[in-house]
């Protein structure tokens, strides 16, 4: 089973890394960062292609070099919080980009494929996202709502594939947002591992076009 793992060079993605080559699957790696993709890649010995799937032509053409995926874990995004007053069109722009538009340009290069091989798409939402706000995240909610909504309508309109939305209900426990956040308590976080323990218990499942899993610290 060939997994493509996109955002493969942010720091949640060595958890499902390894989780799904346990599992039996071949990950193939995708992010921007060429350098420290490069890196993941021969740390664990996977084929990757440095990509912003953001830009639709990008993801096309990482459907063309990867026919034969059987699922897709979609980790790419990225965070942003601050005021609506304070808030100016770029990070609109930013988090539309790196949240939104990479799932939507992801998924609709590689559905063709996927329907075929009758495989899975997992997208990342949010607790911000599922509860449709919260303080100073306007960007980062509604980009994450729409997270929710994409995969929503994907599950009606391809019965045939299997399509999952994970909801990671607390901050994730990462070098990144340590570093952000320093004056919190990290024992109170989500550990990488459970989230890609959960896509992996929620794929094995028999049956539904759509699972939403909201996983909490413990």
């Known amino acids: 089973m060939r997994v493509l793992i996109t955002g493969a060079s942010g720091g949640v993605a060595p958890a499902f890394i390894e989780a799904f080559r346990e599992a039996g699957a071949e990950p193939v790696l995708v992010g921007r960062n060429q350098e420290a993709l490069r890196a993941r890649a021969e740390k664990y010995g996977l084929p990757y292609h440095v990509a912003d799937l953001a830009d639709p032509q990008a993801a096309r053409a990482l459907a063309g070099a990867e026919p034969e995926v059987d699922g897709v874990v979609h980790l790419a995004g990225g965070f942003a919080a601050a005021p609506l007053r304070e808030s100016g069109p770029e990070l609109l722009e930013r988090m539309l980009g790196a949240n939104l ?3 939507y340009h992801t998924a ?5 494929a996927l329907v075929r091989r ?4 997992v997208g990342v939402s949010a607790a911000a996202g599922y509860r449709c706000g919260g303080k100073n995240l306007a960007a980062y909610a509604a980009t994450k709502a729409g997270v929710l909504a994409l995969l929503r309508s994907l599950a009606e309109e391809e019965p045939e594939l299997r399509v999952l939305a994970l909801v990671p209900m607390a901050a994730i426990d990462t070098p990144a947002n340590r570093r952000a956040m320093p004056e919190a308590d990290p024992g109170r976080w989500i550990q990488p591992r459970a989230l890609a323990e959960a896509a992996l218990s929620a794929l094995r ?3 539904g076009r759509l699972r939403e899993v909201l996983v909490y610290p413990g």
């Open 108 to 112: 609709r290069a590689f559905l063709p």
């Open 118 to 121: 009758r495989g899975f798409l």
């Open 205 to 207: 499942l028999e049956g």
């Open 101 to 103: 538009k990479t799932l």
